[in-house]
């Protein structure tokens, strides 16, 4: 894909209008129009702002896959609560989350203290997550 396809992609993801784009990158319509359709491409300064603004990678706005197919599975973690109550209220918060799954947890006593331990699955490319 050049990047005048991917420009495009990502602005129509966005919803937005060529004008509201250019806005944004204070250039002028014209300017955005020439790049989607492939009349020119954006200068070499501009890619990391574009990259920014879409929230991507100047490798992905120039098409280049990356080597790795890493993928984060899970995540195990752990929280110190101060009730077995205060454990619970929050293994029923993650089972609302849409994202990550709650895959397991376990609920341990130590002490006077109450540990959650709770595993996610993720299955998507860390590249991709927002932190």
Known sequence: MKIGAKIRELRNAKGMTQEELADKLN??????????NGVNCPDISMLPVLAEYFHTTTDNLLGLERRSRMKLLKTVETFECETE??????????RRENF???????????????ILEVTKEFNMDPHEMKF
């Open 85 to 94: 109550r205060e454990a619970q209220e929050a293994v029923e918060k993650f």
């Open 27 to 36: 250039v002028s319509v014209q300017t955005v129009s020439r790049w989607e």
């Open 100 to 114: 990550p799954v709650l895959k397991d947890f376990k609920i341990k006593k130590a002490d006077a203290k109450v």
